[in-house]
Protein backbone atom coordinates (compact mmCIF):
# COMPACT_ATOMS: atom_id res chain seq x y z
CA UNK A 1 0.00 0.00 0.00
CA UNK A 2 1.54 3.30 -1.03
CA UNK A 3 1.51 6.24 2.10
CA UNK A 4 -0.01 10.12 1.25
CA UNK A 5 2.67 12.18 0.34
CA UNK A 6 2.33 13.47 3.86
CA UNK A 7 3.27 10.53 5.36
CA UNK A 8 6.17 9.45 3.40
CA UNK A 9 7.87 13.38 4.00
CA UNK A 10 7.12 12.67 7.45
CA UNK A 11 8.97 9.36 7.12
CA UNK A 12 12.04 11.07 5.05
CA UNK A 13 12.45 13.54 8.02
CA UNK A 14 13.77 10.12 10.18
CA UNK A 15 16.23 9.01 7.87
CA UNK A 16 19.83 11.08 7.13
CA UNK A 17 22.20 9.42 5.19
CA UNK A 18 25.74 9.26 6.37
CA UNK A 19 28.07 10.78 3.56
CA UNK A 20 30.70 9.18 4.35
CA UNK A 21 32.51 9.39 0.83
CA UNK A 22 36.14 11.08 0.41
CA UNK A 23 35.63 13.73 -1.63
CA UNK A 24 33.63 16.38 -3.24
CA UNK A 25 33.22 14.75 -6.60
CA UNK A 26 32.26 11.74 -4.82
CA UNK A 27 29.54 13.54 -2.77
CA UNK A 28 27.88 15.05 -5.68
CA UNK A 29 27.59 12.03 -7.62
CA UNK A 30 26.11 10.56 -4.35
CA UNK A 31 24.04 13.04 -3.79
CA UNK A 32 22.45 13.07 -7.30
CA UNK A 33 22.05 8.92 -7.10
CA UNK A 34 20.28 9.57 -3.93
CA UNK A 35 17.43 12.27 -6.08
CA UNK A 36 16.40 13.84 -2.50
CA UNK A 37 14.96 10.83 -0.76
CA UNK A 38 16.50 11.42 2.58
CA UNK A 39 15.18 14.63 4.67
CA UNK A 40 18.64 15.00 6.08
CA UNK A 41 22.07 14.68 4.80
CA UNK A 42 25.07 13.67 7.61
CA UNK A 43 28.36 15.08 6.98
CA UNK A 44 30.81 13.70 9.53
CA UNK A 45 34.56 14.23 9.93
CA UNK A 46 36.00 12.27 6.76
CA UNK A 47 34.34 14.32 4.28
CA UNK A 48 34.64 17.48 6.02
CA UNK A 49 37.94 17.32 6.77
CA UNK A 50 38.53 16.88 2.56
CA UNK A 51 36.38 19.13 1.47
CA UNK A 52 35.15 21.69 3.97
CA UNK A 53 32.18 24.05 4.00
CA UNK A 54 31.85 23.50 0.14
CA UNK A 55 30.32 20.10 0.97
CA UNK A 56 27.59 21.70 2.86
CA UNK A 57 26.79 24.06 0.37
CA UNK A 58 26.65 21.23 -2.05
CA UNK A 59 24.24 18.95 0.32
CA UNK A 60 22.09 21.85 1.53
CA UNK A 61 20.63 21.48 -1.51
CA UNK A 62 18.99 18.98 -1.47
CA UNK A 63 18.23 18.04 1.61
CA UNK A 64 18.60 19.48 5.57
CA UNK A 65 22.13 19.28 7.01
CA UNK A 66 23.79 16.86 10.20
CA UNK A 67 27.00 18.21 10.76
CA UNK A 68 28.61 15.16 12.52
CA UNK A 69 31.99 16.56 14.12
CA UNK A 70 30.83 15.80 17.60
CA UNK A 71 32.54 18.97 19.21
CA UNK A 72 34.95 18.14 22.75
CA UNK A 73 36.74 21.04 23.82
CA UNK A 74 36.78 23.77 26.23
CA UNK A 75 33.51 25.26 26.34
CA UNK A 76 34.45 29.06 24.52
CA UNK A 77 36.18 26.54 21.52
CA UNK A 78 32.65 24.49 21.52
CA UNK A 79 30.77 27.50 21.38
CA UNK A 80 32.90 29.15 18.40
CA UNK A 81 32.66 26.08 16.51
CA UNK A 82 28.90 25.99 17.04
CA UNK A 83 28.81 28.94 15.97
CA UNK A 84 30.75 28.17 12.92
CA UNK A 85 28.37 25.41 12.35
CA UNK A 86 25.72 28.12 12.47
CA UNK A 87 26.79 30.04 9.67
CA UNK A 88 27.37 27.08 7.54
CA UNK A 89 23.57 26.71 7.12
CA UNK A 90 23.77 23.15 10.10
CA UNK A 91 20.33 21.89 10.88
CA UNK A 92 22.17 19.94 13.66
CA UNK A 93 25.24 19.12 15.35
CA UNK A 94 26.24 16.90 17.11
CA UNK A 95 28.87 17.84 20.88
CA UNK A 96 30.45 14.92 23.22
CA UNK A 97 28.17 14.18 26.08
CA UNK A 98 31.61 13.88 28.38
CA UNK A 99 32.28 17.67 27.35
CA UNK A 100 30.10 18.40 30.84
CA UNK A 101 27.20 20.42 31.28
CA UNK A 102 29.59 23.84 30.83
CA UNK A 103 30.62 22.97 27.36
CA UNK A 104 26.73 22.16 26.06
CA UNK A 105 24.98 25.00 27.54
CA UNK A 106 27.63 27.16 25.95
CA UNK A 107 27.26 25.62 23.03
CA UNK A 108 23.91 25.91 23.23
CA UNK A 109 23.83 29.70 24.03
CA UNK A 110 26.23 30.13 21.04
CA UNK A 111 23.91 28.76 18.88
CA UNK A 112 20.74 30.59 19.50
CA UNK A 113 22.95 33.88 19.39
CA UNK A 114 24.38 33.07 15.69
CA UNK A 115 21.02 32.18 14.64
CA UNK A 116 19.76 35.57 16.11
CA UNK A 117 22.08 37.67 14.75
CA UNK A 118 21.97 35.99 11.44
CA UNK A 119 17.73 35.62 11.61
CA UNK A 120 17.82 31.91 10.55
CA UNK A 121 16.60 28.83 13.03
CA UNK A 122 18.69 27.98 15.48
CA UNK A 123 20.07 24.79 15.01
CA UNK A 124 19.25 21.57 16.96
CA UNK A 125 22.09 20.33 19.06
CA UNK A 126 22.62 15.89 20.51
CA UNK A 127 25.25 15.20 22.77
CA UNK A 128 26.67 11.97 21.95
CA UNK A 129 26.35 8.85 24.83
CA UNK A 130 28.35 5.70 24.02
CA UNK A 131 29.33 5.57 20.37
CA UNK A 132 27.94 2.33 18.41
CA UNK A 133 30.40 0.67 17.86
CA UNK A 134 31.85 0.45 21.99
CA UNK A 135 31.04 -2.43 23.90
CA UNK A 136 31.10 -2.74 27.51
CA UNK A 137 34.83 -4.35 27.33
CA UNK A 138 35.68 -0.79 25.70
CA UNK A 139 34.09 1.69 28.68
CA UNK A 140 36.45 -0.95 31.31
CA UNK A 141 39.15 -0.38 29.12
CA UNK A 142 39.10 3.57 29.60
CA UNK A 143 38.27 3.55 33.08
CA UNK A 144 34.32 3.78 33.24
CA UNK A 145 32.59 2.36 36.08
CA UNK A 146 29.64 0.45 35.75
CA UNK A 147 27.82 -1.29 32.76
CA UNK A 148 26.91 0.70 29.22
CA UNK A 149 23.61 1.45 30.07
CA UNK A 150 24.23 3.05 33.57
CA UNK A 151 26.96 5.22 31.46
CA UNK A 152 23.88 6.42 28.78
CA UNK A 153 22.02 7.68 31.73
CA UNK A 154 24.96 9.48 33.33
CA UNK A 155 25.22 11.13 30.29
CA UNK A 156 21.85 12.23 29.56
CA UNK A 157 21.32 13.34 32.52
CA UNK A 158 24.17 15.86 31.38
CA UNK A 159 22.34 16.61 28.11
CA UNK A 160 18.79 17.43 29.92
CA UNK A 161 20.60 19.32 32.46
CA UNK A 162 22.17 21.88 30.03
CA UNK A 163 18.71 22.00 27.74
CA UNK A 164 19.82 20.82 24.51
CA UNK A 165 17.90 19.26 22.01
CA UNK A 166 19.13 15.98 22.47
CA UNK A 167 21.07 13.01 22.84
CA UNK A 168 22.79 10.49 20.26
CA UNK A 169 22.30 6.53 21.22
CA UNK A 170 22.50 3.43 20.10
CA UNK A 171 18.82 1.55 19.40
CA UNK A 172 19.56 -0.50 22.02
CA UNK A 173 18.83 2.56 24.63
CA UNK A 174 16.86 4.42 22.74
CA UNK A 175 13.84 3.40 24.87
CA UNK A 176 15.25 3.84 28.03
CA UNK A 177 16.47 7.38 26.63
CA UNK A 178 12.79 7.87 25.24
CA UNK A 179 11.43 7.41 29.30
CA UNK A 180 13.27 9.31 30.94
CA UNK A 181 13.41 12.11 28.59
CA UNK A 182 10.21 12.70 27.36
CA UNK A 183 8.67 12.77 23.77
CA UNK A 184 9.96 16.35 23.03
CA UNK A 185 13.74 15.27 22.59
CA UNK A 186 15.78 14.46 20.00
CA UNK A 187 17.09 10.61 19.99
CA UNK A 188 19.62 10.61 17.07
CA UNK A 189 20.09 6.34 16.63
CA UNK A 190 23.18 5.24 14.23
CA UNK A 191 23.72 1.75 13.80
CA UNK A 192 20.50 1.51 11.58
CA UNK A 193 20.57 -2.36 9.61
CA UNK A 194 18.52 -3.52 7.27
CA UNK A 195 17.87 -7.24 8.35
CA UNK A 196 19.58 -8.75 5.64
CA UNK A 197 22.50 -6.31 5.83
CA UNK A 198 25.88 -6.67 7.08
CA UNK A 199 26.96 -5.36 10.78
CA UNK A 200 30.21 -4.08 9.81
CA UNK A 201 32.22 -2.65 12.95
CA UNK A 202 28.55 -1.96 14.85
CA UNK A 203 27.96 -3.13 17.70
CA UNK A 204 24.39 -2.10 18.83
CA UNK A 205 22.39 -2.31 16.33
CA UNK A 206 18.67 -2.24 15.15
CA UNK A 207 16.25 -2.39 11.96
CA UNK A 208 14.78 0.89 10.99
CA UNK A 209 11.63 -0.17 12.38
CA UNK A 210 12.81 -1.28 15.93
CA UNK A 211 14.73 1.57 16.36
CA UNK A 212 11.06 3.83 15.22
CA UNK A 213 9.64 0.85 17.84
CA UNK A 214 12.07 1.99 20.53
CA UNK A 215 11.26 5.63 20.25
CA UNK A 216 14.50 7.17 17.94
CA UNK A 217 12.97 10.13 15.68
CA UNK A 218 16.01 10.65 13.63
CA UNK A 219 17.88 6.78 11.67
CA UNK A 220 21.03 7.87 10.72
CA UNK A 221 22.44 4.99 7.65
CA UNK A 222 25.40 5.22 5.66
CA UNK A 223 26.60 1.90 4.11
CA UNK A 224 23.65 -0.34 3.92
CA UNK A 225 22.62 2.81 1.30
CA UNK A 226 25.53 3.76 0.39
CA UNK A 227 27.17 0.58 -0.59
CA UNK A 228 23.33 -1.14 -2.21
CA UNK A 229 23.63 -1.58 -6.10
CA UNK A 230 20.61 1.06 -5.86
CA UNK A 231 21.42 3.62 -3.18
CA UNK A 232 18.16 5.61 -4.20
CA UNK A 233 16.39 2.13 -4.01
CA UNK A 234 17.71 1.70 -0.54
CA UNK A 235 16.84 4.93 1.01
CA UNK A 236 13.30 4.34 -0.54
CA UNK A 237 12.88 0.75 1.30
CA UNK A 238 14.61 2.37 4.26
CA UNK A 239 11.48 5.12 4.33
CA UNK A 240 8.74 2.77 3.67
CA UNK A 241 10.10 0.84 6.63
CA UNK A 242 10.09 3.60 8.42
CA UNK A 243 6.80 4.75 7.24
CA UNK A 244 5.27 1.22 8.00
CA UNK A 245 6.83 1.69 11.72
CA UNK A 246 5.22 5.20 11.86
CA UNK A 247 2.08 4.29 10.94
CA UNK A 248 2.03 1.12 13.66
CA UNK A 249 2.30 3.02 16.86
Known sequence: MVGSENSINQARDYLAVALDVPSLQVAEETIERLDGEPGWIKIGSQLFTAEGPAVIALAAKRARIFLDLKFHDIPNTV???VKSGTRLGASLMTLHAVGGVS???AAKEAAAEEASRLGVPRPELVAVTVLTSTAEKD???????GSL????ARLLDLALESGIDGVVSSPLEAAAVRKRAGENFRIVTPGI??????VGDQVRIA???SAIAQGSSLLVMGRPILMAKNPVEAARAAIAEIEDALGRQ
Open 149 to 152: PDQV
Open 103 to 105: MLR
Open 193 to 198: RPADSA
Open 139 to 145: LIQVGVA
Open 207 to 209: TPA
Open 79 to 81: ASA
